[in-house]
DNA sequence: AAGTGTCCTTGACACAGATCAATGACGGAG
DNA sequence: CTCCGTCATTGATCTGTGTCAAGGACACTT
């Protein structure tokens, strides 16, 4: 059952995310094909977007919300590969097969490309083929900085660097102090923090409860986070506290 | 110290990886172009491309031999993100630090392109950029697939899916007869392979004795595998051992 | 032929994280 | 306000893989 809200804008131009999603290059013009191809879908929290396998007649871009992207095994295991954030791409131009299925975690609002002439635009404006390329060698950085993740590092850092991504992605959204504590909300269950990090919901559940109680998390409820501290939180997932200047 | 040798061909219409690297869409005039900028750079098996962070002044395709892509914590943990084949692309456009280190871990040739003029040309001319897409795209989805292997497979599965990997690679390029034994040499040490299936190489040795032991895969040497029954080692990698036909 | 270095194998034991199981917190329906 | 379902926490125990350690196979040097 999709709800079939529309979103609070009228056009792309007012869209929010305009200038990072895959249509940040378009030119006015551009735009307004891209309009004629376009329409939005929206999922409550829970919702299946997609299963693996099923027939994609469309690429879209996350406006709002949350989604994930997992694989699953025939026995069941399943693993995450993909946090889909607002300005994210869904879907890949020339397949007509869902490789993954797609979840949203939270309210979702999309924007969906009818795939062809989605596929016919790329090839005709460059803009759209160069984004995407962009945003594609992006993502491999981070299914590559993932894998570290996963191959090598306890649960405890594990933890410590899921938060530490999501903390940071929420202070660029947010426009947050640097410095000063940041505060956000978990948009995924202890079940899906193990989906994504290779690991069981106890472990995720244990190693949250002592990362509270040694003071690198602050937890108000279930879901709400305060990090008093970014870099200790980022020393605790093992990589560099340092932020790149002034050693 | 590199090696200078030379390849054994001597225009691009003659290169091996010509259909497949990021130059498979050019056109003559094009390839011209990249014959500019463009030159040969050989390492013999066991020296390092580059290092994270090093300087690079240029991105390259493998021609011939395998490489390996590393990321490594300060305490020395290290993590495999990705294994350079024949027709592989190493290196981002518009990035000039090394994100990752490069090793050969056979003897290895590279076609190396200056990257100035190779991000000109991206811009001027779409079957660069087209195909750069495509590869992209192809390798975000090896990673995607490694990071099931590297969340949720036991040693064993991951030993049998890096095993089911290079002998399918090894098949596609000798074009092997299917249905029949496959034989193939690993290009990768033990250690290697732990880095790449985020295992210890103890674990990786006594997990290769027992397919051994059992039958699934034949030893001659340490290097040299033999396979008796394709379907097998993919059911023990855990995927579905049908082909896709057939059921 | 013995010496040396690299890579690999195998064994004994320890431990991080999985598994099994019980209970708790919270929010929506009636 | 209580019932019930979902999600999270915590404890007890088990086990797969890591760690530490010894030795083997092979290639290359002299």
């Known amino acids: 059952m ?13 869209c929010p ?5 895959v249509c940040a290059k378009c030119e006015k013009d ?18 299946t977007v997609m299963w693996a396998g099923d027939h994609m007649d469309f690429v879209a871009s996350v406006i709002s919300g949350v989604a994930t992207l997992t694989q699953t095994m025939e026995d ?22 869902a490789t993954y299925s797609v979840t949203a975690t939270t309210d979702l609002m999309m924007c969906c490309f009818r795939r062809k002439p989605f596929e016919q635009m790329m090839t005709s404006t460059p803009h759209i083929a160069n984004r995407l390329l962009e945003m594609t060698l992006d993502e491999l950085d981070a ?3 993932w894998m570290l993740v996963l191959g090598r590092k306890t649960a405890r850092e ?10 940071r992605r929420d ?9 000063k504590e940041l505060m956000f909300d978990l948009p995924l269950t ?11 919901l106890e472990t995720v559940s244990r190693q949250m409860s002592a990362l509270k109680r040694d003071g690198i998390i602050v937890l108000k409820g279930k879901r709400a986070v305060t990090v008093p501290d970014m870099d200790v939180l980022m020393t605790e997932a093992g990589d560099d506290s340092d932020g790149g200047y002034l050693t």
């Open 171 to 179: 202070a660029l959204l947010n426009a947050a102090a640097p410095g």
């Open 158 to 167: 594990k933890i410590a660097s899921l938060l530490s991504i999501i903390a």
């Open 143 to 145: 299914a590559r900085e």
């Open 17 to 21: 995310i305009r200038h990072r999603a």
């Open 2 to 14: 999709h709800q079939v809200e529309t979103p609070k804008f009228k056009t792309c131009s007012e």
């Open 76 to 97: 069941g295991r399943t693993q995450m590969v993909g946090l889909l954030l607002p300005s994210d791409f869904v879907g890949r131009p020339g397949r007509s097969q």
């Open 30 to 47: 551009e735009l307004e094909r891209l309009e004629d191809i376009k329409y939005y879908r929206s999922f409550s929290a829970g919702q």
């Open 190 to 200: 202890r079940e899906a923090m193990a989906d994504y990090l290779g690991l069981t």
